[in-house]
């Protein structure tokens, strides 16, 4: 299969992706709009999963609840994208100050292949020692995927282990509830991150 043949399939999974969050926040009257993205209007369940995190620990739907979570979708082997969003929310973490105790950064890695929880540990822990890092199988990634509203594609390279993997790039709210309370969509900037999950997190307390 060629790399434009998979660049369709992934343009078209987007496609799909875009309409789904049309059916959820555009077409919903109400919904709140936020500087970076939107809150649904009503926040959706999130099924069960089983990832792991680090040292293989499991990380299932109960570890979301009881604080909020935002979740960004890549892999450590990312060239660009991956590093500079987690370094843009490590900013995001400083400016919150003592909001950041609220929230939990998760770097939910699509390529089980290569980035084991150790890896990813190691990883995450490099741009921030509190960013948590988990993965899983790819039936589990792809079910949580249809769930939580991202996707991803692997991009073969000139060698089996050169491959690259083609991602969602919005970051992924989840309510003290352990629902999906909306999408804060790129491109990001750090003031309007930290004033928009100050705010959300402020009126739902």
């Known amino acids: 299969m060629s790399n434009r043949t998979l660049s369709y399939g992934l343009l078209a999974a987007f496609a799909v992706l875009l309409g ?13 709009q936020l500087q970076s993205g939107t809150l649904l209007q009503q926040p959706r369940a999130v099924p069960e999963f089983s990832l792991q995190g680090e040292g293989g620990k499991p990380f299932i739907k109960a570890d979301l609840a009881g604080h909020w979570s935002l979740i960004y979708v890549g892999y450590t082997h990312c060239p660009d994208v991956c590093p500079t969003t987690l370094a843009q929310l490590k900013a995001v973490e400083k400016g919150l100050g003592a ?20 890896a990813l540990a190691q990883y995450t822990h490099y741009f921030s020692p509190d960013f948590l890092a ?32 083609d991602h969602s790039s919005a970051l992924i709210l989840i309510d003290p509830k352990a629902q999906l309370a909306g999408y804060l969509t790129p491109p990001f900037k750090t003031e309007a991150l930290v004033e928009d999950l100050r705010q959300t997190m402020e009126k739902a307390s």
Do not use: C, H
Not at 152 to 164: F, S
């Open 20 to 32: 789904i969050v049309a059916g959820m926040v555009v077409l919903r009257p109400g919904s709140v």
């Open 134 to 165: 988990v993965t899983g199988p790819d039936p589990q990634l792809q079910a949580l995927g249809a769930a939580l509203g991202y996707v991803y594609q692997k991009v073969p390279g000139e060698t089996p282990q050169a491959y690259l993997m």
């Open 99 to 118: 909001d950041a105790a609220k929230i939990r950064f998760i770097f939910l890695s699509i390529d089980p292949a290569r980035d084991t929880p150790d």
